[in-house]
T-cell receptor, first 110, second 110 residues
Framework: SQQGEEDPQALSIQEGENATMNCSYKTSINNLQWYRQNSGRGLVHLILIRSNEREKHSGRLRVTLDTSKKSSSLLITASRAADTASYFCATEYNFNKFYFGSGTKLNVKP | DTAVSQTPKYLVTQMGNDKSIKCEQNLGHDTMYWYKQDSKKFLKIMFSYNNKELIINETVPNRFSPKSPDKAHLNLHINSLELGDSAVYFC?????????FGPGTRLLVL
C-alpha cells in the first residue's frame, strides 16, 4: 500500500516537553504534509514540505524530510495541553492523490 | 462562515438502506474529495473531483456513487448499506495542495 505510516501510534508527555512523531512512506513523493485532528473533528492542515526541502518551521512546529530514508518527522516544541490531538502525515504521489496513515495520538498532560 | 460543511453530522441506519451525505465548500476551490476514516483512525481516499469531473476513484465498491452538481458541492450516495460501511466520512476541498476538511459524517449501519 502507498499510505504513510506514523510512529508511534500513541505518545503521552507532560506539558512543556517536546513531542516527536515520525512518518515513513514507500515510494517517491511530490510533497508531504502534516495534519492535526482533534477528537470528533475534521483534519486541519499544519505544514507542507516539498520533496526538495529538508526542513521547515512554523511556530513551534519543525518538520524534517529525508527522502533517502523515505521518512519525515514532526517536532512540537514546548507542548501545551491544547496540542492533544491525533497527528497525520499525508503523502502526495500523483497529482492531488493523497495518502494518509492512521495517525499518532498525542496526549499532553497538564 | 463554515468553509467545508457536511450534512448530516450523524447517520444511523439499517443494513440494506440507501443514504446520501452532502458536502458544500464556500472556498472557491476546484477540487473536492471524499475520505473514509475507519475505527482504527486510518483515513483512506475514496473519490476526488476537479471542477465537477471525477479524477480519482480508489477502487471503491460501486454501491458508492459520488455526484458533483457544481464545483462547490460533492455528494455521496451509498446503496445497499453494509455493516462494514460504518465509519466517519470526511469531505475535503483544495485549490493547490492544502486540504480543508469538513467536520465529518458519522455513519453507523445496524
Amino acid at each position: 500500500s502507498q499510505q504513510g505510516e506514523e510512529d508511534p501510534q500513541a505518545l503521552s508527555i507532560q506539558e512543556g516537553e517536546n513531542a516527536t512523531m515520525n512518518c515513513s512512506y514507500k515510494t517517491s513523493i511530490n510533497n508531504l504534509q502534516w495534519y492535526r485532528q482533534n477528537s470528533g473533528r475534521g483534519l486541519v492542515h499544519l505544514i507542507l514540505i516539498r520533496s526538495n526541502e529538508r526542513e521547515k518551521h512554523s511556530g513551534r512546529l519543525r518538520v524534517t524530510l529525508d527522502t533517502s530514508k523515505k521518512s519525515s518527522s514532526l517536532l512540537i516544541t514546548a507542548s501545551r495541553a491544547a496540542d492533544t490531538a491525533s497527528y497525520f502525515c499525508a503523502t502526495e504521489y500523483n497529482f492531488n492523490k493523497f495518502y494518509f496513515g492512521s495517525g499518532t495520538k498525542l496526549n499532553v498532560k497538564p | 462562515d463554515t468553509a467545508v460543511s457536511q450534512t448530516p453530522k450523524y447517520l444511523v441506519t439499517q443494513m440494506g438502506n440507501d443514504k446520501s451525505i452532502k458536502c458544500e465548500q464556500n472556498l472557491g476551490h476546484d477540487t473536492m474529495y471524499w475520505y473514509k476514516q475507519d475505527s482504527k483512525k486510518f483515513l483512506k481516499i475514496m473519490f476526488s473531483y476537479n471542477n465537477k469531473e471525477l479524477i480519482i476513484n480508489e477502487t471503491v465498491p460501486n454501491r458508492f456513487s459520488p455526484k458533483s452538481p457544481d464545483k462547490a458541492h460533492l455528494n455521496l450516495h451509498i446503496n445497499s448499506l453494509e455493516l462494514g460501511d460504518s465509519a466517519v466520512y470526511f469531505c475535503a476541498s483544495s485549490q493547490v495542495k492544502t486540504q480543508y476538511f469538513g467536520p465529518g459524517t458519522r455513519l453507523l449501519v445496524l
